[in-house]
């Protein structure tokens, strides 16, 4: 190594000039990552493959400004330097940097890292007098030439900048080394990336924008970031994210303080931010720093009702008690995402920018700022949704700039809608890459997948000793759980055995596969389809315990005490099982209930074999519903909620969806199935903390916040009833008495408001919480983890790393770097949440998409389907709350309008608004006019009519109107709630049969799509309600998976 | 060190707001619960510890020698500068890789007057050492031990050895604290029972400082001793190592001392592998503590390796010279 020194002119803390001298060790062996090296470099990772005909060295100004161009997976063999890495770094911050590396770090992209400046002959030290930004070229330029030099001349190298002077200087120095601009570059070598082409084009105007600003201030500028920093250890500015009201996006945001900040109760709400100026350019999501205002400024919530239309007249409009308000003086953190936008129509008021090129487009989520956008393309874009990046928001201009990235389609097609709501949750699905599903094992007619007879010895078989059976809902494609049961040693113990699919085995540590199901975290389930996160021959097939087929499996295996249900022994491995029956719920209960089912897998032996089968398969399903009861009685007494019945006592961590109020017959097995599943996760749970107990992953619940409850203790002691919410055992118990005879919705609306008072369950390494804190709630369990569905969970694939290498502790063998650290550890586990909550975001709202799908193709005046029953469960000033059990819609319904119209009841319950004034109550709310007086009160059942609100721009809403206040009188035949709960689950049966059918014939997704998308611009009706039964359908497939919490 | 604790109005220099006194902990040298994940293992100079946010932040306010408090916070594990210490290729700032040493050269027998003397240069941090002695007690005499030397070290840095000039060369607590550590380390490893009732003196300068200087100077320190002919038990020789990303890096520079990284200094006995001296001042995982000791020893002997080289140079230099 040959030591030479590099002098760096710093700024101390103090803003003086400082002149640092560093050392600066060069070396001659610097990987080149290149498989064409001559010179064995010791290249380990990923290597650039020496069949392309150039490799691209970017300049520094073009990793720092167009970085999104080379992140075009099309673009091959691209060697960063270090030096623009550092500038990255440096001019545009650790964001970006991150970026970078997590491009060069992700074996998808060809793409590598050189370490241009650690090299002795690449490395050119500063000269005096030379400026940083032809100092920085002149690096990549002599990285460029070592290169050509260095793979002997086999490649020519092309190094893209976007200084002129560079070009000039050095595109003839040197043959085989060629220094163009990215226009050229991408004309002549991509000339068919259209995409790149147009984000090329759109950056490069973004830039020029740029540097054409105005001057007129608009905000005040940010403070520097050391100020912020210490300002916030001495407690003078507050940090936090800023979350901007979804209802009144235009003038009301707050700072949710994480941690320890609350030391007085005041500040445990929040702080408030009102008004644009006061934001001060920060964006929804963004960490900011805010200043306190005097407390004589301070300001409360506005408690009216606003509903999605956005220009309300602020003013008059009642307060909650004042908050903490203060104003935003810097940002640490800039969030910004993807966004979607709308290009607005052409019109007079899109001209009066001075430059016609510059658009202003409406984001899709109300939060979200207007966007700056300058293109050439607006007109041809207009009603589409486009996908922008915001640049960069200057303190001179009242909007951010962006620019537009891909375009996705026209507003209100389907196929546009559902890919909005993917990248609004920064969803990216993209189909498995042929690498990827070249690591599959293959299983075709010709070539039927086997099991290795050395993994068959390894492991231990089950497939003769126990009777191994599936309970999934019908036409379930991915079986990932099997149970066993069996009474043991003359009745006196009981073996349960549960057995999951052996997912690790397949997916490996590293693979592709893996680092694609790691990012997806979770298989997406939208309304009218689903993406998986491991590849369907997986999925679907080789991971998948299908009945009457080998598989290998992941157990674990009680023996209990047959009449304590105690546990004498356990036992944790890797299986080989092979289940007997595929059964379904309906038909599993069928059998428990004594009634003529007929069995599948039976249905060719002969009559008293099938007898003699069929008796011991419900023996063993009895005996498993006299276990899983017991084990809930023992939950029970620790305090487990129920809230809602299976489906919604398990969606208060998956989702808190309120798809999951349509009704479904809650059958016991369905309880039983979950109540093995929780075991199992638990006892994994104990397992892999015991045995790592600084680095397993669990799931935590953490208890809810008490002022969460407030409206729910409100509106139940309305109903006069008592609810303590001082423990999850007290919480049960009280939500299990308020039952109003009368009405079951009573309670079904109580245990509702308690499900969105719980907080989110959440994914989490030991190691970094304490002990007490692994408490899981809603179960309450005291370590709880998810194991049973790693299918379609990349949770459970890492928790099932953890309990291989925990069996390996216990053989007394090394477990081979299986395990992860619990820094890498906790990065997955956040990952994986904050990806969850995009998956349920998305799952919500293709749900509202599809209804208002639904209710969009009919009259709200004349069709019966949009007149239905309502229950107010909250009073607000202008307004109330109500729930629709019928289709599972939770709304505002008002009974003041702008105008101040009030609504009028007339003699036989119909409403129309007159003039009048509106008084509010804690428990109900009156209306006074020239008829009289109409009081709603919480519980009341009323009449709502539906209808969509749309808007070019925005989602869809649905809009609640009240048209009378008595109950809807459920007359007409063809509404699904007069059908009967037995009607409808036929319904919904059938439907799901049809769909699976639909799947055997359409395999692939792609034709699926299209198909549904001919069939939904028919527009006919049974077409479009049978779209509607599938989101139902598809809500009560996922609650099931759901269920296993 | 001395076992103490200061309450001080605390306040941060740049902003000049107040931390109310409730905020901080005192830090003494106690090494907190050993069964908490994190050791919390100070140093007396570090007065006070604001309130951990979430357990993982820890602000320490640092008393300079004179002037203001100074604020400045660290990561247990990541940085403050948002510097990369460790790329994802496995190279640090410099362009080392994680176990390598920086370039070390050093000459023996530099002055004529003192009984023994030397420079030695860790990349940039540069250290001249010089011995007296073994002679008679100066001084206090009833410092006198009857049976082993006394071994008196003074450490300091010249002004110029810093980015800005320093105002006070020696005497300050650092340098004190430093002079007290080198005389601890020496104590372990010269062979002081040879010389009853007799003292040596080690005056070590550090002329520019870039990191490491403890353990430079012990380095230049062991040379100067062997050019003075003073039996010791084996070479001394000191490292530093740090803990970034799972990592441990050897022998760091300023760059990454001041970047936030839990840092360990260790002066071994290679040949023994007895541990001179060991002193750490950040919070560092247990677990991580086995594998840092190791890295540090084995940088250590990487040291050895090479002032062995130099001892053996020198000393056919000299031969020469006297014409053997």
């Not at chain 2, 594998?291 to 250590?300: D, K």
Request: glycine share 6%; net charge neutral.
């Amino acid at each position: 190594m040959i030591k030479t020194e590099r002098i760096l002119h710093l700024k101390s803390c103090r803003g003086r000039k400082v002149r640092v001298v560093r050392e600066h060790y060069l070396r001659e062996r610097v990987p080149c990552y290149s498989s064409l090296c001559q010179g064995d470099c010791e290249n380990d990772g990923k290597v650039l493959p020496g069949d392309l005909t150039h490799y691209v060295v970017p300049d520094v100004g073009v990793v720092v400004d167009y970085l999104e161009i080379l992140e075009f997976r099309e673009l091959q063999g691209i060697v960063f330097t270090q030096t623009a890495c550092q500038a990255v770094q440096h001019s545009k911050g650790r964001r970006q940097h991150n970026r970078l590396r997590t491009l060069l770090n992700d074996p998808r992209h060809d793409c590598v890292l050189f370490a241009n400046e650690f090299q002795e002959y690449s490395y050119c030290p500063r000269e005096k007098g030379e400026s940083q930004d032809k100092w920085q070229t002149r690096c990549v330029y002599s990285a460029a030439v070592w290169y050509h030099n260095h793979l002997a001349g086999m490649m020519d190298i092309v190094m893209i900048t976007e200084d002129q002077d560079a070009i000039a200087e050095y595109s003839s120095l040197n043959s085989g080394v060629y220094v163009i601009s990215i226009q050229d570059f991408l004309q002549e070598f991509w000339p068919r990336l259209q995409a790149a082409h147009e984000l090329y084009s759109s950056i490069s105007q973004a830039l020029q924008e740029k540097e054409s600003e105005g001057s007129q201030k608009e905000f005040a500028e940010h403070l520097a970031a050391e100020v912020l920093e210490a300002g916030i250890k001495s407690g003078r500015y507050i940090k936090g994210t800023l979350n901007i009201s979804k209802h009144r996006p235009q003038n009301e945001a707050s700072i949710m303080t994480d941690g320890l900040s609350n030391k007085d109760a005041d500040m445990s709400r929040g702080v408030l931010v009102l008004g644009i100026k006061n934001r001060n350019r920060a964006v929804h999501g963004d960490v900011v720093v805010v200043e306190l205002l005097p407390k004589s400024e301070w300001k409360g919530k506005v408690t009216a009702l606003a509903g999605g239309q956005v220009d309300e007249k602020s003013g008059e409009e009642n307060e909650s008690k004042p908050m903490p308000t203060g104003r935003v003086v810097g940002i640490q953190q800039r969030n910004w995402r993807d966004y979607v936008v709308t290009f607005p129509p052409r019109d007079g008021t899109q001209s009066q920018s001075r430059n016609s090129q510059r658009i202003l487009a409406v984001p899709w989520d109300r939060r979200i700022p207007k966007i700056r956008i300058s293109t050439q393309q607006a007109d041809a874009l207009q009603d589409h949704r486009v996908v922008v990046r915001i640049d960069s928001w200057e303190s001179t201009s009242l909007y951010p700039n962006g620019h537009s990235v891909r375009v996705l389609g026209r507003a209100g097609e389907l196929e546009t809608e559902v890919q909005t709501i993917l990248i609004e949750n920064c969803i990216h699905v993209p189909p498995f890459s042929d690498a990827q599903l070249r690591e599959m094992p293959v299983n075709s007619p010709e070539n039927p997948w086997r099991m290795d007879p050395a993994q068959v010895a390894e492991r231990r078989d089950l497939r003769e000793s126990h009777l191994v059976f599936s309970i999934d809902p019908r036409g379930c494609e991915d079986v990932d759980d099997t149970l066993s049961v069996r009474s043991l040693a003359g009745g006196e113990l009981l073996e349960l055995g549960v057995h999951i699919a052996d997912v690790t085995h397949f997916v490996k540590e590293g693979s592709l596969t893996n680092l694609e199901a790691r990012t997806r975290a979770t298989t997406y389930y939208l309304a009218d389809r689903r993406y998986d996160m491991l590849p369907a021959v997986l999925s679907g097939d080789l991971c998948s315990l299908l009945g009457g087929v080998d598989r290998y499996a992941m157990s674990v295996i009680w023996e209990l005490d047959a009449n304590t249900l105690n546990v004498k022994s356990m036992w944790y491995g890797r299986t080989v099982i092979r289940s007997s029956y595929q059964l379904h719920y309906e038909l599993a209960q069928a059998l428990l209930n004594g009634e003529q089912a007929e069995v599948p897998e039976l249905a060719k032996l002969g009559p008293e074999e099938k007898d003699a089968k069929l008796a011991q398969l419900t023996q063993a399903l009895e005996m498993l519903t006299h276990i899983a009861r017991q084990l809930r009685a023992q939950r029970d007494r620790g305090g487990a909620l129920e809230l809602e019945g299976v489906e919604v006592r398990a969606q208060l961590d998956e989702e808190r969806n309120i798809t999951a109020l349509v009704p479904r017959q809650p059958l016991e097995v369905h309880e039983t199935v979950a109540e093995c599943m929780i075991y199992a996760n638990h006892w994994v749970a104990r397992k892999i903390q015991e045995t790592f107990p600084h680095q397993a992953l669990l799931r935590r619940h953490p208890p809810p916040r008490q002022d969460f409850f407030r409206e729910l203790v409100d509106s139940a002691t309305a109903a006069g009833f008592t609810i303590d919410t001082g423990t999850n055992k007290a919480l049960a118990e009280s939500l299990d008495r308020a039952v109003d005879p009368q009405d079951p919705l009573v309670n079904r609306v109580l245990r509702m408001m308690a499900t969105t008072a719980m907080s989110q369950a959440l994914y989490f390494c030991t190691g970094l919480e304490s002990q007490d804190q692994y408490y899981h709630y809603g179960l309450a369990l005291d370590r709880y983890t998810h194991f049973t569905s790693p299918i379609r969970r990349y949770a459970d694939i890492v928790v099932h790393r953890l309990l291989t290498a925990a069996i390996d502790v216990d053989r007394g063998v090394d477990p081979c770097k299986a395990l992860v650290g619990y820094k890498e550890l906790e990065e997955t586990a956040y990952h994986i949440n904050s990806r969850n909550v995009a998956a349920q975001h998305a799952q919500k709202l293709s749900t509202v998409l599809f209804q208002c799908l639904y209710f969009k193709e009919r009259d709200p005046q004349t069709d019966p389907r949009c007149v239905a029953d309502a229950v107010i469960y909250s009073i607000r000033d202008n307004g109330m709350l109500v729930f629709v059990p019928e289709y599972g819609v939770k709304g505002p319904v008002y009974v003041k309008d702008r105008e101040g119209l009030v609504v009028a009841v007339g003699q036989d319950g119909s409403c129309e608004w007159q003039s009048g004034s509106v008084r509010q109550y804690p428990d109900h709310i009156t209306t006074t006019s020239a008829c009289g007086t109409a009081t709603f009160r919480l519980f009341d059942h009323i009449t709502v009519r539906i209808s969509v609100h749309s808007s070019s721009c925005h989602p869809d809403s649905l809009k609640l109107e009240v048209i009378s206040n008595k109950r809807h009188c459920s007359g007409e035949p063809q509404q699904p709630r007069s059908q009967g709960r037995s009607q409808l689950v036929q319904e919904v049966v059938r439907l799901a049969e049809e769909a699976y059918q639909q799947a055997q014939v359409v395999a692939a997704r792609r034709p699926k799509l299209s198909r549904e998308e001919r069939e939904f611009s028919q527009s006919k009706t049974p077409n479009l309600y049978s779209l509607l039964e599938e989101v139902r359908e598809l809500a009560l497939m996922d609650l099931e998976m759901a269920a296993q919490m | 060190m001395r076992k103490k604790t200061y309450q001080l109005p605390l306040c941060c220099c740049r902003c000049n707001v107040g931390i109310p006194i409730a905020d901080c902990i005192q830090i003494r040298l106690v090494i907190y619960n050993p069964k908490c994940i994190y050791y919390k293992y100070f140093w007396a100079v570090c007065l006070a510890i604001v309130l951990p946010e979430k357990g993982r932040m820890g602000n320490v306010v640092r008393r300079r020698t004179r002037g203001a408090l100074r604020c400045s916070s660290f990561e247990v594990c990541g940085n403050m500068a948002g510097l990369e210490l460790l790329s994802d290729q496995g190279y640090r700032l410099d362009g080392r890789k994680a176990t390598e040493l920086r370039k070390v050269q050093a000459r023996m027998g530099v002055f004529a007057q003192a009984d023994g003397s030397a420079y030695l240069e860790q990349g940039n941090t540069k250290a001249l050492a010089v011995v007296y002695g073994p002679h008679e007690m100066r001084g206090s005499r009833s410092r006198t031990r009857h049976d082993r030397a006394v071994i008196n070290c003074q450490y300091s840095m010249a002004t110029f050895s810093t980015a800005e000039r320093k105002r006070r060369p020696h005497g300050d607590r650092k340098s004190t604290e430093m002079s007290l550590h080198l005389k601890q380390t020496f104590e372990a490893a010269v062979m002081t029972q040879l010389y009853p009732r007799s003292q040596i003196d080690i005056y070590v300068k550090i002329l520019q400082s870039d990191g490491g200087n403890y353990s430079v100077c012990v380095n230049a320190a062991t040379l100067a001793v062997i050019d003075a002919g003073i039996p010791m038990r084996d070479y001394v020789c000191a490292c530093t190592v740090g803990f970034v990303d799972e990592t441990p890096l050897a022998d760091l520079c300023y760059a990454e001392e001041s970047g936030g990284v839990s840092s360990l200094a260790l002066a071994l006995l290679p040949r023994g592998g007895q541990i001179a001296l060991l002193q750490m001042d950040a919070r560092l995982h247990q677990d991580h503590l086995e594998a840092l000791i190791e890295a540090a020893m084995t940088a250590c002997k990487g040291v050895s390796k090479v002032l062995d080289e130099v001892v053996r140079q020198h000393l056919e230099e000299v031969s020469v010279l006297s014409g053997e």
